[in-house]
């Protein structure tokens, strides 16, 4: 079958910038397993994979518009250091915040006395980025998966590391 709305696919793949320096990688991984079309992966590769069978290959180069979009200086603040009370807090970690739109990754650029810098860009924002990998599988999605919107493991729940939050298992929960 091929690769299309409301499909599950299983990848390979490499990401690399413009030097060819590899920034992700599922080399010596679990491959990626996402439901197509929900906007797991950034457009321009979801844009690629489409009509794709298992076996076929890709390489391709996406602009940041068509990755995870140009960099946003607003998005770069200081917040005061009283909000980390009690952590250990350090140049270059990453956390979740919540915020309005939801749970964003933000790294930490400074870490001064009265106040600690973050930056609420995605760490791969304003980069042009090749991917290059192959498709490993293509299935339907579950009526359960896609009323999750996302992938549960074959024993039938989710037994991925998830960036957003489903702690305590997210079908324990009733859509
Ligand atoms: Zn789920």
Known sequence: ????????????????????DILDSTEGKQPLEYLHGTGYLVAGLEVVLNDKVVGEDFDVTLSPEQAYGERDDGLVQSVPGELFDGM???????????????????????VAEEYVKVDGNHPLAGMTLTFKGVVREVREATEE?????????E????????????????CGHKH
């Open 1 to 20: 079958m091929k690769v299309s709305e409301n499909s599950v696919v299983t990848l390979d793949f490499t990401v690399t910038n413009t030097n060819g």
């Open 88 to 110: 250990e807090v350090a140049e270059g970690d990453t956390f979740v915040a919540e915020t309005d739109d939801g749970h964003r990754p933000v790294t930490i650029v400074e």
């Open 145 to 153: 998966e896609l009323a999750h919107g996302h992938v549960h493991g």
């Open 155 to 170: 024993d039938g729940h989710d037994d991925h590391d998830h960036d957003h939050d489903h702690s305590g298992g997210c």
